[in-house]
């Protein structure tokens, strides 16, 4: 089992939708929870960064730590064709030193017209 | 992408010659990261370092070797490329423990 499960898609959903992205995790010490998101050809690039449980809300995008159910969710408010992309979650734990991320395998999201 | 150069975007190359992947920050940053990303296992670590002539290991360093002979350079070698090296090879940064910034990738083919 992997340490980080999260389901491959593809996930298509109508522009306007509301999206639900969402990873399970095994590692209790885990404490920094990332969303990455990455075009195609292109780089991860960081969306989201929580530390602990709760929420966090940027713009359209809310990142939400369950940590007594080992469960992070992503949402997607108003979605847009442009945010057709696949979405990595990652987490770690502080060590105080190099940043050893666990990835998901990332979900690919379309959003149609 | 955060100051950070990959070079070269695409290589393709045969099985056994040695394969030279550079890294360039312009950020400053402390740590530097080499992860390969393969569908159905997402982004691993290969190797990292920590400093100047400070490396380690990740999960997937086995045939790969790293060097960091300045704050802004870190390159990643293939002694002898083999086909199970295929695969999309990204460089990373990060000051501390927590947020990562990548670069944009380079496409390696061993035939």
């Known amino acids: 089992q992997k340490e980080v499960e999260q389901d491959p898609g593809p996930l298509s959903v109508p522009e306007g939708a509301i999206v639900s992205l969402n990873c399970t995790y095994s590692n209790s010490a885990f404490q920094y929870f990332m969303w990455y998101r990455q075009y195609s050809r292109k780089g991860p690039e960081l969306l989201m960064y929580t530390y602990s449980s709760g929420n966090k809300e940027d713009g359209r995008f809310t990142a939400q730590v369950d940590k007594s159910s080992k469960y992070i969710s992503l949402f997607i408010r108003d979605s847009q064709p442009s945010d057709s992309a696949t979405y990595l979650c990652a987490m770690n734990v502080n060590t105080g030193t190099a940043s050893k991320l666990t990835f998901g395998t990332g979900t690919r999201l379309q959003v149609t017209l | 992408d955060a100051g950070i150069t990959q070079s070269p975007r695409h290589k393709v190359t045969e099985t056994g010659t040695p394969v030279t992947l550079r890294c360039h920050q312009t950020e400053n940053h402390r740590y530097m990261y080499w992860y390969r990303q393969d569908p159905g296992h997402g982004l691993r670590l290969i190797h990292y370092?920590?400093?100047?002539?400070?490396?380690d290991k990740g999960e997937v360093s086995d045939g790969y070797s790293v060097s960091r002979s300045k704050t802004e350079d870190f390159l990643l070698t293939l002694e002898s490329a083999t086909s199970s090296q295929t695969s999309v090879y990204f460089c990373?940064?990060?000051?501390?423990?927590?947020?990562?910034?990548f670069g944009s990738g380079t496409q390696l083919s061993v035939l």
């Open positions: 990373a940064i990060s000051e501390g423990s927590e947020k990562l910034f």
């Open positions: 370092s920590y400093g100047v002539k400070d490396t």
